[in-house]
DNA sequence: GTCTATATGCTGATAGAC
DNA sequence: GTCTATCAGCATATAGAC
């Protein structure tokens, strides 16, 4: 089993593959990006870039896997909270916090539709993101209006998010104003200071 | 001035190839969609759809130009409403009705970054469109908490309406929804039915 | 002023040698 | 696992016919 130990060589390759897309992907864009560029970056060809992904659309979803199983993950907790206010503020909570610190992979979402079309695709298998997120923030029926209300706020916070225009903004500023709004959109109850 | 009658043969083959590149574009979205399909369809050769527009983002910034130009005009007549409330109300009815009647192009602006780049083009001159749509939606002096939810509104607007999930929906139906969304997220009061 | 023919240097992707 | 070689298709460009 030497051979499937966790540091081969291959691996490493790969993930500093997936590092330097990342990099340029945030710098130029995806479409900005051509594997010559990545292969260039390390020092190899763009053939065997090829070995370790069959496509470019496989990396940038590889770039993108890591913040989906996150929100995959912020999901089941706030399924497992006791009362429906605690279930919608920990979902809420959670995707805004997962936006603000994955910002720059956000900006790339936003703009790129080959990453776009990688994140649909992860998210409308069985454990469908998109039902799950409407049930947490609109109730298990919650009707045509609850549906685009749900659909308003998730994607008005994540373009807002990924925004170069807040892009100066530190983390907590731009997390609490995104909390607040979407609190504000769900009808939820003001907190105390 | 017989050679700048209305009709010349070059208006005419720029018209087609605008309604042509539409056409494409909503069926293939614009990166699917070549100068060479294009021409195709024409039935001429690349180069002649280069004589008429010097690079495909400039048939882009076309496709978009007049949704442009009447989101500008919907700016316009609520700026020159008397009351505030009145402004909002036009001005959100008057976004949210363009959303809804260009929806395909509205779908084609969120999943391509050429067509959001050709926007942000066009929105960023003097007549900023952000601003005057903040300042019409939030007041004067809207402050970050309040820019921040203008953003949020029209972005998630924006998303939703041009959305996949939505297109089996008649005009109408989307139309009120949205405009309902947008209202109680400016915390504007119940209309009567 | 309107178009055709032709060419350049990219791109993502594949086949096969080492 | 990485290479060289090669592919068709792309946006773009220019020269020149009419």
New interface residues.
């Given amino acids: 089993m030497a051979s499937m130990t966790v540091g081969t060589v291959a691996e490493d390759t790969k993930s500093r593959l997936l590092a330097t897309a990342v990099r340029l992907f945030s710098e130029h ?1 995806v ?1 900005g990006t051509s594997l010559q560029m990545i292969a260039d970056e390390l020092g190899v060809t763009k053939a065997a870039v090829y070995y370790h992904f069959k496509t470019k659309d496989e990396i940038t979803e590889a770039v993108a896997a890591p913040a989906l199983r996150e929100l995959e993950q912020v999901l089941d907790e706030a399924a497992a909270q006791r009362s429906r206010g605690a279930q919608i503020d920990h979902a809420l909570a959670g995707f805004v916090d997962l936006i603000v610190r994955h910002r720059t992979l956000v900006a790339l979402f936003n ?3 080959g990453v ?1 079309r990688a994140i649909d695709r992860s998210l409308r298998g069985e454990e469908n993101f ?1 039902t799950r997120m409407v049930t947490l923030l609109a109730g298990p029926e919650p009707g ?2 609850g549906v ?2 749900v ?7 994540a ?2 998010g990924g ?1 170069p ?2 892009e100066d ?1 530190d983390d907590d ?1 731009l997390r609490s ?2 909390f ?2 979407g609190r ?2 769900l009808g939820r109850p003001k907190r105390r200071a």
């Fill in positions: 864009g479409g703009t790129d539709p776009a998109k045509l209006a685009i209300t659909h308003v706020i998730l994607a008005g916070l373009l807002t925004a225009d807040h903004l500023t104003h995104l607040e709004v504000r959109m």
